[in-house]
């Protein structure tokens, strides 16, 4: 291929699979670039698998080589292999989830077991033990040495110690992800943008108009869907819904766009008691609010995104997917109605102590709850899908670490996924996992070099 060749236009008959040798591709959808391909990536699956026409074009970016394969040849190696098929079955649900295979897999879907799940990341242990045990060695300073510089760095740290562990641990849970520095710029900007947008409508529409009684249920309420709105649209304005490929990166960037919400909070209500001169008071606002950080913003945010995603889901699976794979769109309402509710309610004031102290584990209660649902289902989904891209799942998640640490995170050019397994650790997986179906159909096994020299493969070089 050279320089600037059209291989696929938008809106045509799919007729080709193409895999990149050399060069590099650049896909655009609707005038929009969509993705760079490099060596080793693949397009044209999408129209052969559903027989429709291409819902993007496809020119060459710099001089390279393709693999082309014709539509009879690629649905005759789907056919051969089956472990092929389920990996093309999946991209496709991955990839275009409104779109239905022409013709269904009969193969009995994928089932994950509680067992057969990984074993989360321990990353937030080390998050709490350098902030955590900074936040104690900084208090213990504090109060002997009674210094102002020390008071705000204890109000600094003890505002982040609490957001930070939880985002590290429910970032532990994600088997496939995005970059920490994404994950950052979310929690930073959750802080420094809907915190004042939600004070400021806050002060518009109640405090500035002398409604401040939180006895009165229509005032959290009102708070409620001001605060939550400002995370959700902080999150939602950083990535794009068709991003979020699972349940799971939902979650996780709502718990960061919580967390930086409720850590510039903390900070807010603890200098306002450093500002009278209490650091004391300062310091027991800190802790409380530290312990008190896993049942408030973070998991009601990541509840609130995740109904974001089954919502759009919802809508993307309506005329595409069967039964048995749609998704309802009233779970979605129901998670951001129970949001709205359990935030209000927590902010709910009470005569008695007792009484707020009950509503409050009530409210922590089911919110940490909910949240444990939507991770379990979201890891099953992940790992659902990473099983049938790759065969030897079960040994490639036990090397996640160590791939990692030999060759680093890859990451996607298209959708900025990091994978959890070096490039070193998989290559020889998919070779393996294409001997053991070879030997098991007891035909001759063949390798990448006689695949690419196959008589029904065209090597393309323009």
Not at 318 to 324: E, L, N, T
Not at 350 to 356: I, M, P
Not at 421 to 446: H, I
Request: glycine share 10%; aromatic share 10%; net charge positive.
């Amino acid at each position: 291929m050279k320089k600037g060749d059209v291989l696929v236009r938008e809106g045509e008959e799919a007729d080709r699979f193409y895999m990149v040798v050399g060069g590099r591709v650049e896909v655009r959808a609707a005038g929009r670039r969509k993705a760079q391909l490099r060596a080793g990536d693949f397009f044209g699956e999408i129209g052969l698998l559903s027989g429709t026409v291409s819902e993007a074009t496809a020119t060459a970016a710099e001089d390279g080589e393709l693999l082309a394969m014709g539509k009879n040849e690629f649905q005759y190696i789907l056919d051969y292999y089956a472990p092929v098929r389920r990996q093309f079955m999946e991209m496709l649900r991955i990839r275009a989830p409104h779109l239905r295979p022409q013709a269904e897999s009969a193969e009995a879907p994928i089932v994950v077991t509680e067992s057969a799940l990984p074993k989360a990341k321990e990353r937030w242990v080390d998050a709490l033990l350098w902030l955590g045990g900074g936040f104690v060695l900084l208090t213990a300073l504090a109060l002997v040495l009674r210094s102002d510089w020390l008071n705000f760095a204890t109000l600094i740290v003890g505002g982040f110690v609490g957001p930070v562990t939880f985002v590290a641990y429910i970032r532990g849970h994600q088997l496939l992800g995005f970059s920490t520095l994404r994950l950052g710029l979310i929690f930073l900007s959750s802080a420094v943008v809907a915190v004042p947008l939600a004070w400021y409508l806050e002060h518009v529409s109640l405090f500035g108009a002398g409604q401040s009684d939180f006895s009165r249920f229509k005032v959290p309420l009102t708070v409620s869907v001001i605060e939550e709105g400002a995370k959700l649209l902080v999150c939602l304005a950083l990535i794009r819904t068709k991003q979020m490929r699972f349940l799971m990166d939902a979650v996780v960037f709502g718990a960061a766009a919580g967390m930086g919400f409720a850590a510039i909070e903390s900070v807010i209500y603890g200098w306002s008691h450093l500002g009278e001169a209490s650091s004391m008071g300062m310091l027991s606002v800190l802790w409380i609010r530290a312990l008190l950080s896993p049942f408030g913003h973070g998991t009601w945010t990541a509840i609130a995104a995740a109904g974001i995603w089954i919502a759009a889901a919802a809508r993307a699976t309506a005329a595409g997917a069967d039964a048995r794979r749609r998704i309802q769109p009233w779970n979605a309402a129901f998670l951001l109605a129970a949001v709205v509710a359990l935030h209000a309610l927590w902010d709910l004031r009470f005569e008695g102590g007792l009484a707020k102290v009950g509503m409050m584990a009530a409210v922590g209660g089911a919110g940490i709850g909910l949240l444990y649902l939507l991770v379990r289902t979201g890891r099953r989904e992940e790992y659902r899908a990473f099983s049938a891209l790759n065969p030897y799942v079960q040994e490639a998640v036990r090397h996640v670490d160590t791939a990692r640490e030999a060759s680093g995170e890859l990451r996607c050019d298209g959708c900025g996924t990091v994978s959890p397994a070096g490039d070193a650790l998989l290559r020889p997986l998919r070779t393996r996992a294409e001997g053991q179906v070879l030997n098991e159909t007891r035909r001759p096994r063949s390798k990448s070099s006689d695949f690419a020299t196959h008589p029904r493969i065209k090597r393309v070089t323009l």
